[in-house]
């Protein structure tokens, strides 16, 4: 079994590695290093100006190192046809998930190490603390991290007490208590709550770890992991894995039904109603959009605001470019009595209004927070504007030209 997870282990990294080349191609490696330099010049030039005492200071420390312990899953690489070929070794399978634990746990450590090494330096200037209290805290961020996947583990077996496998207990609860401890009353009375729930876990194994596997909520929490992943590549590049879904958004209905129903408005249709039912799509683009807001609300200065906005409207109209093609395995639209220049003319037509809203709830989030910098203001609503009409006008019949003659 464990040679079973190393060949699957294998297969994985491979395939992650492929998706990963693609992801930080040269572009977008040299924007990750404006980024990250960007942030950290605004992250520095911010702690120069915090002091000890700030009443808000603990409860951002909880909150993002209770976001750092929800990060990193534990990765079974189960398959929905195991439920058939594995069940007769289902005895065996401890081992193999076992692997899993160890390997998920590698990862999960390595994102506690790397939230704590970022908010040491806040934690220091916010805050009175000693080096032991800070390798205090980091110890008990990997215990309740350690405790949480052991309680996915248990979750993956039939069991007589349901909460050693409760999310909300073990994933919210005590982590909410044990950081609140090592912050606002000592750092070893946090650290011993989340040592007690690790202990209290681990010894639980001995109760489910001899009973049947749930092989449906296996296989499903896996699938939700494979499937995150995939999104996450899905804002870079195609993913044929991730299946999409459909669904009504009646809250938009005003807007889709200004479409007029003529033979020329055939795409602009299909593609306006298309994007906002298509989860993956509108997902996408609402996450994008969340995101890149929030990063500029937060950023102050007189060119990253610009840069990190243009990067983001590039980033969002290059996603939807391949929505372009979402239609043409429909036998229907061939027959439909028109050219293919109202497709294009069509899909210009939604790009540029979804760019369009993009570019103005940027423009509004970068001009409240650097409404003082005439640049700033200037700079983004002019960048943002001859950005999306290259795009739209001159980039993208050019990329979807040269797409039709690979297909």
């Given at each position: ?7 699957r ?10 998706y ?26 911010t702690?120069?100006q915090?002091?000890t ?48 634990f ?15 090494i970022?908010?040491?330096p806040?934690?220091q ?5 000693t ?28 069991l ?7 999310r ?7 982590p ?5 401890f090592?912050?606002y ?12 729930a690790?202990?209290?876990s ?9 009973r ?7 296989i499903?929490?896996e699938?939700s992991?494979?499937?995150t992943?995939?999104?996450?590549f ?8 991730l299946?999409?879904?459909?669904k ?20 602009l ?9 298509d989860?993956e ?9 969340v ?6 609300v ?9 840069f ?8 969002i109209?290059?996603q ?15 027959v439909y ?28 989030a970068v ?6 910098s005439?640049v ?23 990329r ?8």
């Amino acid at each position: 079994m464990k040679q079973l997870f190393k060949q699957r282990l294998t297969t994985h990294l491979k395939e992650m590695m492929r998706y990963l080349r693609l992801v930080f191609n040269d572009y977008f490696v040299l924007a990750l290093l404006f980024v990250i330099g960007g942030l950290g010049y605004y992250y520095s030039n911010t702690l120069k100006q915090l002091h000890t005492g700030l009443w808000w200071a603990p409860i951002v420390i909880i909150g993002i190192l209770l976001v750092s312990v929800q990060l990193g899953r534990f990765a079974t690489l189960i398959e929905a046809p195991d439920y058939v070929f594995l069940l007769p070794r289902e005895a065996d399978l401890y081992h193999y998930l076992k692997s899993g634990f160890n390997y998920s746990l590698s990862i999960a450590l390595s994102i506690q190490v790397l939230f704590w090494i970022l908010l040491m330096p806040f934690i220091q200037v916010t805050m009175h603390v000693t080096a032991i209290d800070l390798y205090l805290l980091l110890a008990t961020a990997v215990l309740l991290k350690t405790t949480w996947l052991n309680t996915d583990f248990a979750r993956k077996y039939h069991l007589k007490r349901r909460w050693l496998s409760s999310r909300f207990l073990f994933r919210l609860l005590v982590p909410v208590v044990s950081f609140g401890f090592s912050i606002y009353i000592n750092y070893w009375i946090g650290l011993a709550v989340a040592l007690i729930a690790l202990i209290v876990s681990w010894v639980s194994r001995r109760s489910w770890v001899t009973r049947s596997l749930d092989w449906t909520k296996m296989i499903s929490d896996e699938n939700s992991r494979m499937h995150t992943v995939y999104q996450f590549f899905n804002l870079f590049t195609d993913v044929p894995m991730l299946q999409g879904s459909v669904k009504r958004r009646r809250y938009v209905d005003g807007i889709l039904n200004r479409i007029k129903l003529i033979p020329k408005n055939t795409y602009l249709y299909l593609y306006g109603h298309g994007i906002v039912r298509d989860n993956e799509m509108s997902g996408l683009y609402v996450r994008l959009l969340v995101i890149g807001t929030l990063l500029l609300v937060f950023v102050k200065g007189e060119m990253l605001p610009i840069f990190l906005s243009l990067l983001f409207i590039y980033l969002i109209g290059f996603q939807m470019i391949p929505f372009y093609f979402h239609f043409s395995d429909n036998a229907f639209v061939h027959v439909y009595p028109i050219t293919d220049k109202y497709q294009l003319m069509s899909f210009q037509r939604v790009l540029l209004y979804l760019l369009t809203t993009v570019g103005v709830v940027f423009a509004i989030a970068v001009v409240a927070v650097n409404y003082t910098s005439l640049v700033t203001v200037f700079g983004v609503i002019i960048g943002e504007a001859l950005e999306i009409w290259a795009f739209i006008y001159v980039y993208l019949p050019r990329r979807l030209a040269r797409s039709e003659r690979i297909r």
